[in-house]
C-alpha cells in the first residue's frame, strides 16, 4: 500500500500546532499554523519517492472509495431516486393496463402459462431502469470533465482501466435499489416471479448495467456540452428501447416486418432485456449471456482507449 | 552545500527537455526547456494563452507530449506511470470538489483513490486540515465554504497522499489578496521545511518572493529563467509586473533589452 511504503521525511509525521482557545478557522486570518520546527535546506532534501505498490487491498480500497461516492452522491439527489422510480411505473401501471386488452401474449420461454403484459413488460421495465442510469452516469462524467473531478480521477495512481471499470461497476451497484424498490411495486401488480429469480436477477443486471454503461461512456467520450442529453435520449435511449424486445415478443416484431426485426436482433438492448428476463424467472439464456458479455468488453475497452489522453478528454480542447 | 538552484549540481525534480505541443495548427508549447528544482517554490509565470496550461496538463499526465520530453529524477516520462502520480499533488484551477459532499468524504474519496485505509485517511484528513486551520469544517458540505476555504481544502486534498511534487493552476484566482498571501506562505513554509517541490503557475506576480526560480512563459517559449530577484535585474525592468506587461505589449521585442535564460550549468543563454 503507497502510504504503509511511504518513505516520509522526520519532518513530515508531526505536523503540531499548539491548541487554541477559538476554534482556529473562526480567527482572524493570520498565517496557517506553523509546521514542523525541523529545517531542512534544500541542497539536503532528497525527493520524496514513494513506491507505489497498493496491492490487492489497494484496489479494493479504490474501489470502495468509488462506489461509496456514487451512493452518496445518489443520496444527495433525491430527486433522481423517484424519477428513475416514477418513469418505469407509469410505464407498468398506465401503459401495460390499457394495452393489456390488446395484446395478448402467448405461451413463450421462460414464461410457463399464459402472461399478462404487465409480466412481459417488467424485465424490459428493469432494463429501462439501468439504461437511464447507466447514460445519465455517462453524461454526468462529461459534467464532471468538464468540472474538473474526472481529472482528478485520471491522474490518480490507479490503472485507467481499473478506475473507469470501478466506476461503472459503481454506477451498477446504484441502480440495484432502484431496481428492487420497482420489483416491490410490481409485485402489487401481479408481477411476481419466483423466490430465486430475485436473487439470480442481481448479477444479470450487474452485467447489463456494465453493458450500458460502458455503451454511454464511449458516447460520452464523443460529447463536449452538457445539453446533449437530450440528443442522447433521441438518438440512443429511445431508439434502444424501442427497437427491443422490452415492449413487444420478438416474433412479434418479426410479422410487423424483417427490417424491424433484424434491428431488433442486432440491438444490445435485446440481449439485455432477454437476459434479465430468463434470469428474473430463474433460467440462464446462454445466447444472451454471452452476446452481453461479448458486447460489455468490446465496448468497455473502447471506453477506456477513449480516455487516453493523447485520443479522448482533452484532444481537442484548447489550452 | 549549495541553495543556489541554478548552480550545476542542484538537484532538478523535473527537467523539461525540447517540448513542443500543438493544437491542430496552433503551437501552444514551442521545444521548451525547463527544469522544476527539488524543494523550491517554482514559479511559472506568463500571461493569459502563453501555454502554462498546456504545461501543466502535459506534467499531470492529461496530455501526451508530442515532441521532446520531461525527465523525473531523470527518467524519461513518455507516459506518466503510476509511481510518479502517485508522488504528484495537482490542484486545477476550477474547483474539482464535489459541492454537494462534505470536505471529510471528498478527502476520504481521494485518499481511497490512493489506496489508503480508512484509519490511515481519518488521521491524513485530520492532519491536513488541522494545519490549514479548517479542522472544524470537516462536516461542512464544499457548497456552503467560500473561496478561500474551498481552496485550502483543495490544497489539504492535494497534498492528502504526501507527495514529493505539487503543481497547483493558477490556484489565487478570484481569492482576496490576504487569502493569497496566506496560501503562498504556507507553501513556502513547506518547501523549506519539508523539502516539498511547488510548481506554482501563476499570472499574479505579487505571490513570488524574490529568491524564488521563476520562469516566464511566453507565447509558448520560455522567455525568461532565473532567480526572481536575478530575472528583474537581468531585464532591466522595474519588477515581473512590468516584465509580463512588457512582454504582452505588441512591441514586445524592442522594449526589452536584457533578455536572457539561465541554464541549469549557470550558464546564460540569449532567448529573444
Known amino acids: 500500500m503507497s502510504s504503509d511504503s511511504a518513505t516520509v521525511p522526520a519532518s513530515k509525521q508531526s505536523p503540531h500546532a499548539s491548541k487554541q482557545s477559538l476554534p482556529a478557522s473562526r480567527q482572524s486570518p493570520t498565517a496557517f499554523q506553523q509546521a514542523s520546527p525541523t529545517f531542512r535546506p534544500p541542497s539536503e532534501v532528497s525527493p520524496l519517492i514513494r513506491q507505489w505498490q497498493p496491492g490487492v487491498i489497494g484496489y479494493w480500497r479504490t474501489f470502495t472509495g468509488i462506489t461509496q461516492r456514487e451512493f452518496l452522491r445518489f443520496i444527495q439527489q433525491r430527486t433522481r431516486f423517484f424519477s428513475a422510480l416514477i418513469r418505469p411505473l407509469l410505464w407498468l401501471i398506465v401503459f401495460a393496463a390499457g394495452f393489456r386488452a390488446v395484446l395478448g401474449v402467448s405461451i413463450m420461454p421462460p414464461y410457463g402459462t399464459y402472461i399478462t403484459y404487465q409480466v412481459y413488460i417488467a424485465p424490459g421495465l428493469i432494463a429501462m431502469i439501468i439504461l437511464f442510469n447507466a447514460m445519465q452516469s455517462a453524461l454526468s462524467m462529461v459534467y464532471d470533465r468538464e468540472m474538473g473531478s474526472m481529472k482528478v480521477l485520471l491522474t490518480s495512481p490507479q490503472p485507467r482501466s481499473f478506475l473507469l471499470f470501478s466506476k461503472l461497476m459503481a454506477t451498477a451497484l446504484v441502480a440495484l435499489p432502484q431496481i428492487y424498490a420497482f420489483l416491490l411495486i410490481a409485485w402489487f401488480v401481479d408481477v411476481d416471479p419466483p423466490w430465486s429469480g430475485y436473487l439470480a436477477v442481481l448479477p444479470a443486471c450487474l452485467l447489463v448495467s456494465l453493458m450500458l454503461g460502458s455503451i454511454g461512456l464511449f458516447i460520452s467520450s464523443f460529447i463536449r456540452q452538457l445539453e446533449n442529453f437530450a440528443g442522447v435520449m433521441n438518438f440512443v435511449i429511445f431508439p434502444m428501447f424501442f427497437l427491443s424486445s422490452a415492449l413487444y415478443p420478438l416474433w412479434k416484431m418479426q410479422e410487423a416486418g424483417p427490417v424491424l426485426y433484424a434491428i431488433c436482433t442486432a440491438n444490445p438492448f435485446t440481449h439485455a432485456v432477454e437476459l434479465i428476463r430468463f434470469s428474473l424467472y430463474g433460467e440462464l439464456d446462454i445466447t444472451s449471456l454471452a452476446l452481453v458479455f461479448a458486447i460489455t468488453l468490446a465496448f468497455l475497452t473502447l471506453a477506456v482507449l477513449s480516455f487516453d489522453p493523447q485520443k479522448g478528454i482533452l484532444r481537442n480542447k484548447k489550452r | ?272
Open chain 2, 1 to 272: 552545500m549549495t541553495t543556489d538552484p541554478f548552480s550545476a549540481d542542484y538537484p532538478a525534480l523535473i527537467s523539461i527537455r525540447n517540448l513542443s505541443h500543438n493544437y491542430g495548427k496552433l503551437q501552444a508549447l514551442k521545444t521548451l526547456d525547463y527544469d522544476i528544482f527539488t524543494g523550491q517554490f517554482n514559479a511559472l509565470l506568463g500571461a493569459n494563452g502563453a501555454g502554462k496550461s498546456t504545461l501543466f496538463n502535459l506534467l499531470a499526465g492529461l496530455l501526451r507530449p508530442q515532441q521532446g520530453q520531461f525527465d523525473y529524477l531523470n527518467q524519461p516520462m513518455t507516459s506518466p506511470g503510476a509511481d510518479y502520480l502517485a508522488n504528484l499533488g495537482i490542484v486545477f484551477q476550477q474547483s474539482t470538489l464535489d459541492p454537494d459532499l462534505t470536505v471529510g468524504q471528498n478527502l476520504h474519496y481521494h485518499a481511497s483513490l490512493h489506496g489508503f485505509s480508512r484509519k490511515q485517511a481519518r488521521s491524513r484528513i485530520e492532519e491536513e486540515l488541522e494545519r490549514l486551520n479548517l479542522q472544524d469544517r470537516i462536516k461542512d458540505t464544499v457548497r456552503s465554504l467560500n473561496g478561500g476555504h474551498k481552496r485550502r481544502v483543495e490544497i489539504a486534498r492535494a497534498l492528502l497522499h504526501q507527495p514529493g511534487f505539487l503543481m497547483l493552476d493558477e490556484a489565487t484566482v478570484g481569492l482576496d489578496l490576504s487569502t493569497r498571501k496566506q496560501l503562498t506562505q504556507y507553501l513556502h513554509q513547506r518547501c523549506k521545511q519539508e523539502g516539498l517541490t511547488v510548481l506554482w503557475t501563476t499570472h499574479l506576480i505579487e505571490e513570488i518572493e524574490a529568491s524564488d526560480p521563476v520562469m516566464v512563459l511566453h507565447k509558448g517559449t520560455a522567455r525568461f529563467s532565473g532567480i526572481s530577484h536575478q530575472v528583474i535585474q537581468d531585464a532591466g525592468v522595474a519588477d515581473l509586473t512590468d516584465l509580463i506587461e512588457q512582454l504582452t505589449a505588441s512591441h514586445a521585442p524592442e522594449t526589452i533589452t536584457g533578455s536572457e535564460t539561465a541554464n541549469n550549468s549557470g550558464k546564460t543563454n540569449q532567448s529573444i
